[in-house]
Protein backbone atom coordinates (compact mmCIF):
# COMPACT_ATOMS: atom_id res chain seq x y z
CA UNK A 1 0.00 0.00 0.00
CA UNK A 2 1.14 3.40 -0.66
CA UNK A 3 2.58 5.20 2.49
CA UNK A 4 2.61 8.97 0.96
CA UNK A 5 -0.71 9.62 -1.92
CA UNK A 6 -0.85 12.38 -3.30
CA UNK A 7 -3.89 13.00 -5.84
CA UNK A 8 -3.23 15.79 -7.76
CA UNK A 9 -0.72 14.75 -10.68
CA UNK A 10 -1.19 18.54 -12.18
CA UNK A 11 -2.67 22.07 -11.49
CA UNK A 12 -3.23 25.15 -12.61
CA UNK A 13 -3.24 28.23 -10.75
CA UNK A 14 -3.93 32.15 -11.13
CA UNK A 15 -0.45 34.15 -9.70
CA UNK A 16 -1.91 35.95 -6.37
CA UNK A 17 -3.99 33.51 -5.72
CA UNK A 18 -4.09 30.21 -3.27
CA UNK A 19 -3.56 26.91 -3.79
CA UNK A 20 -3.98 23.90 -2.28
CA UNK A 21 -1.82 20.83 -2.78
CA UNK A 22 -3.25 17.42 -1.10
CA UNK A 23 -0.82 14.83 0.78
CA UNK A 24 -2.62 11.73 2.73
CA UNK A 25 -0.32 9.08 4.37
CA UNK A 26 -0.53 5.89 5.95
CA UNK A 27 1.46 5.13 8.99
CA UNK A 28 0.98 2.94 12.16
CA UNK A 29 4.05 4.55 14.15
CA UNK A 30 2.69 7.32 16.19
CA UNK A 31 6.09 9.13 16.20
CA UNK A 32 6.62 10.51 12.18
CA UNK A 33 7.68 13.59 10.62
CA UNK A 34 5.91 15.08 7.28
CA UNK A 35 7.87 17.24 4.82
CA UNK A 36 7.25 19.15 1.78
CA UNK A 37 9.85 20.01 -1.32
CA UNK A 38 9.73 21.92 -4.21
CA UNK A 39 11.46 20.61 -7.13
CA UNK A 40 12.05 22.90 -9.90
CA UNK A 41 12.80 21.98 -13.22
CA UNK A 42 17.18 22.35 -12.48
CA UNK A 43 16.59 19.71 -10.05
CA UNK A 44 17.47 20.49 -6.90
CA UNK A 45 15.03 19.57 -3.78
CA UNK A 46 14.45 22.52 -1.76
CA UNK A 47 12.60 21.85 1.54
CA UNK A 48 9.63 23.71 2.47
CA UNK A 49 7.99 22.76 5.34
CA UNK A 50 7.69 20.31 7.82
CA UNK A 51 5.34 19.06 11.19
CA UNK A 52 5.80 17.05 13.79
CA UNK A 53 3.18 14.06 14.50
CA UNK A 54 3.10 15.37 18.45
CA UNK A 55 2.86 19.78 17.10
CA UNK A 56 0.18 21.21 18.35
CA UNK A 57 -0.29 24.17 15.60
CA UNK A 58 -0.42 23.70 11.96
CA UNK A 59 3.05 24.72 10.51
CA UNK A 60 3.85 27.56 9.10
CA UNK A 61 6.71 29.12 6.49
CA UNK A 62 6.48 32.44 5.18
CA UNK A 63 3.82 31.89 2.44
CA UNK A 64 3.76 27.80 2.68
CA UNK A 65 1.18 26.59 5.43
CA UNK A 66 0.98 23.14 6.28
CA UNK A 67 -2.74 22.42 7.30
CA UNK A 68 -2.17 18.27 9.30
CA UNK A 69 -5.68 17.16 10.29
CA UNK A 70 -4.18 14.06 11.77
CA UNK A 71 -7.05 11.83 12.72
CA UNK A 72 -7.68 12.16 8.57
CA UNK A 73 -3.94 11.56 8.08
CA UNK A 74 -3.59 14.56 6.07
CA UNK A 75 -0.80 17.10 5.45
CA UNK A 76 -1.94 19.44 2.80
CA UNK A 77 0.36 22.53 1.58
CA UNK A 78 -0.59 25.97 1.46
CA UNK A 79 0.83 28.48 -0.99
CA UNK A 80 -0.73 31.61 -0.31
CA UNK A 81 -0.14 34.67 -2.79
CA UNK A 82 1.17 32.31 -6.03
CA UNK A 83 4.44 33.57 -7.67
CA UNK A 84 5.16 32.57 -11.14
CA UNK A 85 8.84 31.03 -9.53
CA UNK A 86 6.31 28.70 -7.36
CA UNK A 87 5.66 26.80 -10.68
CA UNK A 88 7.83 23.15 -9.68
CA UNK A 89 6.72 19.42 -8.91
CA UNK A 90 6.31 19.45 -5.20
CA UNK A 91 6.60 16.27 -3.04
CA UNK A 92 5.17 15.45 0.22
CA UNK A 93 7.27 13.09 2.56
CA UNK A 94 7.37 10.86 5.66
CA UNK A 95 9.90 10.11 8.07
CA UNK A 96 8.93 7.17 10.30
CA UNK A 97 9.88 5.90 13.98
CA UNK A 98 12.01 7.77 16.23
CA UNK A 99 12.17 11.46 14.45
CA UNK A 100 15.30 12.13 13.27
CA UNK A 101 17.47 13.11 10.23
CA UNK A 102 18.69 9.83 10.34
CA UNK A 103 15.23 7.89 9.16
CA UNK A 104 14.55 7.45 5.60
CA UNK A 105 12.16 9.62 3.60
CA UNK A 106 8.97 7.72 1.61
CA UNK A 107 8.10 10.03 -0.94
CA UNK A 108 4.51 10.34 -2.70
CA UNK A 109 3.86 10.46 -6.55
CA UNK A 110 4.50 14.37 -6.66
CA UNK A 111 2.32 17.50 -7.79
CA UNK A 112 3.34 19.33 -10.35
CA UNK A 113 1.96 22.99 -9.80
CA UNK A 114 1.74 25.42 -12.62
CA UNK A 115 0.97 29.18 -12.40
CA UNK A 116 -0.43 31.08 -15.03
CA UNK A 117 0.54 34.50 -15.36
CA UNK B 1 21.48 26.56 6.64
CA UNK B 2 23.18 22.65 5.68
CA UNK B 3 24.95 22.48 2.73
CA UNK B 4 25.40 19.07 0.87
CA UNK B 5 27.70 18.83 -1.92
CA UNK B 6 27.75 16.74 -5.23
CA UNK B 7 29.45 16.35 -8.04
CA UNK B 8 29.66 16.41 -10.89
CA UNK B 9 25.91 17.93 -12.22
CA UNK B 10 25.83 16.16 -15.57
CA UNK B 11 27.83 13.05 -16.80
CA UNK B 12 27.58 11.72 -20.83
CA UNK B 13 29.98 9.02 -21.02
CA UNK B 14 29.80 5.68 -23.42
CA UNK B 15 28.91 1.89 -22.55
CA UNK B 16 30.49 0.23 -20.25
CA UNK B 17 32.15 2.91 -18.46
CA UNK B 18 32.07 2.87 -14.72
CA UNK B 19 30.89 6.81 -13.33
CA UNK B 20 31.21 7.64 -9.43
CA UNK B 21 28.83 10.52 -8.31
CA UNK B 22 30.48 11.87 -4.77
CA UNK B 23 28.01 13.36 -2.07
CA UNK B 24 29.52 15.97 0.43
CA UNK B 25 27.51 17.40 3.51
CA UNK B 26 30.19 20.99 3.64
CA UNK B 27 29.21 22.00 7.00
CA UNK B 28 28.11 19.28 9.36
CA UNK B 29 28.44 15.51 9.57
CA UNK B 30 26.27 13.30 8.15
CA UNK B 31 25.95 9.89 9.90
CA UNK B 32 23.29 8.96 7.31
CA UNK B 33 23.40 9.59 3.58
CA UNK B 34 20.77 8.46 1.35
CA UNK B 35 20.85 7.93 -2.33
CA UNK B 36 17.70 8.49 -5.10
CA UNK B 37 17.02 7.67 -8.31
CA UNK B 38 14.40 9.50 -10.19
CA UNK B 39 13.20 8.81 -13.82
CA UNK B 40 11.48 11.76 -15.54
CA UNK B 41 8.56 12.68 -14.28
CA UNK B 42 8.66 10.39 -11.37
CA UNK B 43 8.80 10.78 -7.93
CA UNK B 44 12.76 9.69 -6.42
CA UNK B 45 13.21 6.21 -5.14
CA UNK B 46 14.85 4.92 -2.89
CA UNK B 47 18.34 3.35 -3.83
CA UNK B 48 20.23 2.65 -0.65
CA UNK B 49 21.08 3.83 2.83
CA UNK B 50 24.63 4.15 3.60
CA UNK B 51 25.71 4.87 7.41
CA UNK B 52 29.31 6.03 7.93
CA UNK B 53 31.89 3.33 8.31
CA UNK B 54 29.43 -0.03 7.63
CA UNK B 55 28.07 -1.36 4.25
CA UNK B 56 25.35 0.53 2.87
CA UNK B 57 21.68 -1.40 2.80
CA UNK B 58 19.91 -1.70 -0.46
CA UNK B 59 16.43 -1.42 -1.28
CA UNK B 60 14.75 -4.10 -3.18
CA UNK B 61 15.79 -4.74 -6.59
CA UNK B 62 18.88 -2.50 -6.61
CA UNK B 63 22.11 -4.11 -7.83
CA UNK B 64 24.53 -4.50 -5.40
CA UNK B 65 27.42 -4.92 -7.67
CA UNK B 66 26.14 -2.63 -9.80
CA UNK B 67 25.41 0.59 -7.81
CA UNK B 68 28.41 0.63 -5.16
CA UNK B 69 27.87 3.04 -2.28
CA UNK B 70 30.78 3.97 0.08
CA UNK B 71 30.92 5.80 2.87
CA UNK B 72 34.05 6.67 4.11
CA UNK B 73 33.66 9.59 6.05
CA UNK B 74 31.00 11.86 8.15
CA UNK B 75 31.09 14.27 5.21
CA UNK B 76 31.69 12.11 2.01
CA UNK B 77 29.28 8.94 0.23
CA UNK B 78 30.19 8.24 -3.06
CA UNK B 79 27.97 6.17 -5.48
CA UNK B 80 29.78 4.59 -8.26
CA UNK B 81 27.74 3.02 -11.77
CA UNK B 82 29.87 0.21 -12.79
CA UNK B 83 29.62 -0.92 -16.13
CA UNK B 84 27.14 1.75 -17.12
CA UNK B 85 24.51 0.74 -19.94
CA UNK B 86 22.13 3.27 -21.19
CA UNK B 87 19.59 1.84 -18.95
CA UNK B 88 21.44 2.96 -15.81
CA UNK B 89 20.47 6.87 -17.33
CA UNK B 90 18.82 8.64 -14.75
CA UNK B 91 18.68 11.60 -12.64
CA UNK B 92 20.69 10.34 -9.07
CA UNK B 93 20.62 12.59 -6.10
CA UNK B 94 21.73 12.59 -2.61
CA UNK B 95 20.22 13.44 0.71
CA UNK B 96 22.01 13.63 4.11
CA UNK B 97 20.62 13.39 7.28
CA UNK B 98 22.10 13.27 11.28
CA UNK B 99 20.74 11.15 13.80
CA UNK B 100 19.46 12.71 17.18
CA UNK B 101 17.83 16.17 15.53
CA UNK B 102 14.48 15.72 15.31
CA UNK B 103 12.55 18.32 13.44
CA UNK B 104 15.98 18.77 10.90
CA UNK B 105 15.23 17.58 7.01
CA UNK B 106 17.35 15.87 4.95
CA UNK B 107 19.63 18.21 3.02
CA UNK B 108 19.52 17.21 -0.69
CA UNK B 109 22.34 17.53 -3.29
CA UNK B 110 21.46 19.14 -6.17
CA UNK B 111 21.84 16.09 -8.15
CA UNK B 112 23.24 14.12 -11.36
CA UNK B 113 22.37 13.38 -14.73
CA UNK B 114 23.90 10.73 -16.23
CA UNK B 115 23.42 9.80 -19.92
CA UNK B 116 24.93 6.55 -20.94
CA UNK B 117 25.15 6.40 -24.91
Known amino acids: AQKITQTQPGMFVQEKEAVTLDCTYD???????LFWYKQPSSGEMIFLIY??????QNATEGRYSLNFQKARKSANLVISASQLGDSAMYFC??????????????FGGGTRLMVKP | GAVVSQHPSWVICKSGTSVKIECRSL??????MFWYRQFPKQSLMLMAT?????????EQGVEKDKFLINHASLTLSTLTVTSAHPEDSSFYIC?????????????FGDGTRLSIL
Open chain 1, 93 to 106: AMREGMDNAGNMLT
Open chain 2, 27 to 32: DFQATT
Open chain 2, 95 to 107: SAGTTGYSNQPQH
Open chain 2, 50 to 58: SNEGSKATY
Open chain 1, 27 to 33: TSDPSYG
Open chain 1, 51 to 56: QGSYDQ
